[in-house]
C-alpha cells in the first residue's frame, strides 16, 4: 500500500475499533473458563456462539429488567436486531420476556438467575481484562487512555 495511503489502516477510528474487538474477545474467552458460569452459557461462549453483540444486552439490560425499545436504545441498536438478540438469549437462559408492571402491554426483558451469573462473570471478565491493558500498556497510559476516552465519549452528542 503506498505511504499516502497508509492513514486508512491506522487512523484513530480504526485503531479505537481494533482495540474494542481486542477487548471483548478477551472478555468472551475469560467467560468462556470462568468456572462460576453456568455451563451451557461456558460451552457457548467457548464455541464462539456467544458474541460481543450479544454483550450489548449484557451491557445494557437492567438489573430490574428493560423494555425492548430501552434496551436497543442504549445499544445504539435497532429495536430489530435487539430483539433477535434476547430470542438467542432467551433460548440460552440468558433472560426471560415477562410483563411489564408500569404497563400491561407491554414486555420487559429480565435477567434469570443463570443470566445475573453470566453479568457477574462479565464484571470479573471486564475487570481482569482491565487489568491486563494496563499490564501491557502501563499504568500512566491507561490511565490517560481511560481519561481521553471518557472525555471524549462525553462530548458524542456536541458538535466539533
Known sequence: MPEYDAW??????RLLGH??????DRVLTLMAHDVEVPLALSNLAARAQISAAHIHI???LSRGGSRLSELAGRAGM?????GTLVD?????GLVTRGPDPLDAR????QFT???????????RAVAQAEREFR??????VATVVALGLEAYAGDAGRPA
Open 113 to 123: 438467575a443463570d443470566g445475573l451469573a453470566w453479568l457477574e462473570a462479565f464484571r
Open 106 to 109: 407491554a414486555r420487559q426483558v
Open 19 to 24: 482495540a474494542m474487538r481486542r477487548f471483548d
Open 88 to 92: 438467542q438469549c432467551e433460548a440460552w
Open 135 to 140: 499490564a501491557s500498556v502501563g499504568n500512566e
Open 58 to 60: 449484557t451491557r445494557h
Open 8 to 13: 486508512r489502516q491506522t487512523h484513530l477510528g
Open 78 to 82: 435497532s429495536k430489530q436486531a435487539m
